[in-house]
């Protein structure tokens, strides 16, 4: 579960658009002027299909990384840079299977209470080092240190014995069945024992300078809010890595992404809707070099409340704010119909969505009386509705750079307008967002968006107990039945059973109102046609994107080594 930026996809599903890690040597453009050479004169459709190395593949970003060790970070935004440098044990394939990848098979016992990983041999670390067993251990103890502020350690509790007790071989046990354990090693990255021992991790330079990798590309530099460069990794295990170089550009707006896109200084960019609909129709050199994408994928966004503020203790209120708002009229204004109307936090036609549970319609009426049971009226007559001499006003917090959530805020703001509820919205860069917001709880109400595994657990989200420092219950939800749900459905192994679990905690979720489940927006990438290995699947179309490649007549980059 990553909390996202923006409608830029995700490690797990979509474009990983994730860089590079540090080598000893740099590359650079290289041509006339230093200038990329020119596409206007290439027929896509002549070009040979044949891998060669080399090239670079330039994205954007509205948000800058904030932190390059998975286990602390919780955005979408650093994940997608770290998963190209540190790597977990298992993965999930083009159709959403677990297979393996540090590993390279495992064994579960009988009794579903111990795992055996089995690891594939003759790794090393960018260093050097070998990879083996002990980091894998040394991984886990890290994780379930009480020290380590980690919103995915509740998973790793769990673990209640583990061994190394040969360089391949990783032993773990749980005292009982633990339905989302196998998922669990797919989400964890492993980091190199050598090199982070004697480090804390929760204030070390690794967090943006990391010294040993195992991934497909390795950091070159990070320029803060500017840049990240990645090169690839030349001893990677799974395959050689075609494209030499990814970069990143840190740039908090859409609109500039797409001007940049416009003139060929971008190869891939999520596009927003009337990015996608209207406006790539009128850009020539987009139509010409450029291949439009769509798949509904495993994400959502949400207007969440924190439930430790006053004016939202009363459940009325909640669901007063949930009859206020048209959820339609998002999916149309704000998506374009490139979107689809939720009830529930899975992803719409999977097997795990309660399909009992509609989205409550547009009722202003109802959301009137609602408030009105709980209190607010509008005593003084100027419009808005206060109780007790308070007004009911409150400052709605969403991400600058991502168009569709301020869109979204200002619909919203102008509905609950209309039933007396005055609503500011406050726009905040990414970074400074999750830093001084989020982890710390700071905030009345947010616009947000949630990346999921298609794993159903969500455990971390909703439990009472994941309300901590950088844990992802920071709208402190707590209800004893989600509880006891979600502890039950992890010791549950049959699918049916644990889908009947699941539909219970989405029926309570639904009757507390601690979000309003918004909208499922479609993934609207754009990448230029000179990329290929592009292969859409149920995992979208990054699930492979190490292994995507330029031949070597479209190459754009030329790039030369240039010693340290």
Known sequence: MLIRAATRVNPASGIRTALLAMGLVVLASCGP???????????????????????????????????????????????????????????YDANLDLTGQLAKSWDIAPDNRTIVFHLRPGLRWSDGQPFSSSDCLFTLRLIQDPHTQSAYKTDYAKVTAAEAPDPLTFVVHY?????????????????????????????????????????????????????????????????????????????????????????????????????????????????????????????????????KHPLFHDVRVRRAIAYAIDRQELVDGVLLGLGQVIATPYKPGTFWVNKSLNPRPFAPERARRLLAAAGWKDHDGDGILDKDGRAFQFTLLTNNGNKQRADTAIIIQQRLHEIGIKMDIRLVEWSAFIENFINKHNFEAVILGWSLSPEPDQFAIWHSSQTGPRQFNFLSYSNPVVDSVLEAARRTFDKQQRKRLYDRMQQELFNDVPVVFLYAPYSLPVIHRRIHGIHPAPAGIGYNSEHWYVPKPAQKYHLTEIQP
């Open 33 to 91: 002027s230093g200038s990329p050479s020119s596409d206007a004169t290439i027929d896509w459709n002549a070009i040979p299909d044949v891998p060669a190395k080399g090239d670079r593949i330039v994205d954007a970003s509205i948000g800058d990384a904030s932190n390059l060790i998975p286990m602390i970070a919780g955005d979408a935004a650093s994940h997608a840079i770290a998963s190209q440098l540190y790597l977990s044990l298992l993965k």
């Open 175 to 307: 005292d009982e069945p633990f339905s989302p354990a196998l998922a669990s090693w797919a989400s964890l990255a492993i980091l190199p024992r050598h090199v982070f021992e004697h480090e804390d991790i929760m204030h070390t330079p690794l967090s943006r300078s990391p010294k040993a990798t195992i991934g497909p590309y390795r950091l070159v530099d990070w320029q803060p809010q500017q840049s990240i460069l990645l090169r690839a990794n030349p001893d990677y295990f799974d395959g050689p890595v075609w494209i030499t170089e990814r970069l990143t550009r840190i740039i908090p707006d859409t609109a500039t992404q797409f001007l940049e896109l416009s003139a060929g200084r971008l190869d891939l960019m999520t596009l927003s809707p009337i990015q996608y609909t209207r406006l790539y129709e009128k850009k020539a050199i987009l139509k010409r070099d450029y291949k439009r994408y769509r798949y509904l994928d495993f994400v959502y966004t949400y207007l969440g409340f924190n439930l």
